[in-house]
């Protein structure tokens, strides 16, 4: 049984300036695609980098957890890991004080 996905399309209209458009231009030369799906693809490329950049962002700032980061990259915590090592983001602070805090905390619960 084969599943069929169709895609509602909605037209869209956007000025540009000239350069884009050349470089749109280019891609459709190079991609031997229409201008349409060129753009469609673009588009999706530049939303899927917005939202990896914005969950970094957030990330970075503690406005979020780790998790919901991922998830609003439309990452697996894995690629999202992966994602911030490329990136080198920042997302773990700690004071000395609180990471000895929490070895000595993690030491007496061992010994329990």
């Given at each position: 049984m084969?599943?069929?996905?169709v ?13 884009i458009?050349?470089e ?9 695609l229409?201008?349409?799906?060129v ?6 490329l ?12 957030l990330?970075?700032d ?10 609003m990259a ?7 890991a ?8 920042e ?22």
């Open positions: 084969y599943t069929v996905n895609l509602t399309l909605k037209p869209l209209a956007v000025r540009i300036p000239k350069e458009e050349k749109i231009l280019e891609v459709v030369e190079r991609a031997k229409d201008k349409a799906t753009v469609r693809n673009l588009l999706e530049g939303i899927a980098e917005w939202r990896k950049q914005t969950a970094l962002e990330l970075r503690g406005k979020v957890t780790f998790a919901k980061a991922a998830e439309k990452l697996s915590l894995w690629e999202f992966d994602l911030v090592k490329q990136r080198n983001v997302w773990v602070r700690f004071t000395p004080e609180e990471i000895e805090k929490e070895l000595k905390a993690a030491s007496a619960a061992k010994h329990k």
